[in-house]
Every structure is written in structure tokens, then in C-alpha cells.
């Protein structure tokens, strides 16, 4: 079997923890999240849905490299080395194992807003997210499971069931959110058709 970097590299982003091989990486396919979020909002099949719950979050520490990990999933990506001003977000959603990202500083007073508690030990703060519109589709059987490039340049597993989301104003900004990450943590204002 060839290995090739990027199947190397999707094999040690996604670990041992989700059952993830480089068997398993030549077999998925590779696709491109923008252009398939193009054509499956013109076939009319993309949604509405807002990040709503709320999320605790610290600044992140220059260098820092945030490691996001789905519980039962495994490593699901790695940022870049953090920069001064960027933010460690963490999901309330016990399903998932409470995991972290990392949210540049240009972005986060438009996604998060102002503190709403005082630091805690570890200098985390209460967030409400700001609810911004966001387009969305459910990855479907159909679909099976990709590959792509993240906006931050890692790369990502989309599995059916999980939802892909694209900032309305930045057709860069498309990424893949874990169906049980979506189920906590976001509210659909139109649904997708499947």
C-alpha cells in the first residue's frame, strides 16, 4: 500500500483513538467543502442554524497548539500555533467530551461577545454565543465519508451525519462540526433538506 503525506497526516490528526488507519485514509475520499457546499445549496438542500449555547473561553497562549478532541471520535484537528489575542473556546456538551478550539482574535468578539462571569482557576470565562446565521448541510450516506482541507489548513473527516457549516459572508470559512457537537450545540432556524 502507498502512503502518501496526506494520508499520513490524516492518520496521525485523526489517532488510534478513533479506530483511524492509514488503510482507512486511502479508501476515503477527498473532497473540497467549498465546492461541494456550492453545489448542495444549488440543488436547494442547505439549512439555517446558529451556534447558541453557551461556551467557556480563556485567551490562548501564543504558541499554544489546540489539539480538538470528540469523545468516541478521537483527534478531530489540530490548529495552528496560536497568536497573540486568539481565544481557547470550549463547548458545553458533555457528549462530546467538552472540546476545545481555537478561535482567532479577529473572529471572536463577532462569534462570542462580552464575558459573562469572572475568570475561573484556570481562567476560563462564560460566553453566549452571538447566534450569527450560519449555512448548513448534513453529510449523507450518499455522500460516505471525505476528507477535506480546514480553513486553518489541517485536515478534517466529515462522516454522514455530521454537519458541514459555511459563514455566509466567507465561503472560506467551511468546516465540518460532529453530529453530536451540532446536536448540543446548535439551534436549526431552517432545516436542510435531505
Not at 9 to 16: E, P
Not at 58 to 80: D, F, L
Not at 154 to 167: F, S, T, Y
Request: proline share 7%.
Amino acid at each position: 500500500m502507498k502512503i502518501t503525506h496526506a494520508t499520513f497526516l490524516a492518520a496521525m490528526l485523526l489517532g488510534s483513538a478513533a479506530g483511524f488507519s492509514p488503510a482507512i485514509a486511502d479508501t476515503a475520499a477527498t473532497k473540497d467543502q467549498i465546492a461541494l457546499f456550492a453545489t448542495v445549496k444549488g440543488e436547494g438542500k442547505t439549512g439555517i442554524a446558529r451556534k447558541t449555547k453557551p461556551v467557556d473561553a480563556r485567551a490562548a497562549v501564543p504558541g499554544e497548539v489546540i489539539v480538538t478532541i470528540i469523545k468516541g471520535e478521537g483527534v478531530e484537528t489540530k490548529s495552528k500555533p496560536a497568536e497573540a489575542g486568539d481565544w481557547v473556546v470550549r463547548n458545553r456538551c458533555p457528549e462530546t467530551g467538552n472540546e476545545e478550539i481555537l478561535v482567532k482574535a479577529a473572529k471572536f468578539p463577532t462569534r462570542y461577545g462580552e464575558a459573562q462571569s469572572e475568570p475561573d482557576a484556570n481562567g476560563y470565562r462564560a460566553f453566549s454565543p452571538k447566534g450569527s446565521d450560519m449555512g448548513y448541510f448534513i453529510v449523507s450516506q450518499a455522500m460516505g465519508e471525505f476528507t477535506f482541507t480546514a480553513p486553518w489548513g489541517e485536515a478534517m473527516v466529515a462522516r454522514p451525519g455530521d454537519a458541514i457549516v459555511q459563514v455566509p459572508d466567507d465561503v472560506s470559512d467551511t468546516y465540518r462540526i460532529a453530529a453530536a457537537s451540532f446536536a448540543c450545540t446548535y439551534e436549526i432556524v431552517t432545516p436542510a433538506k435531505p
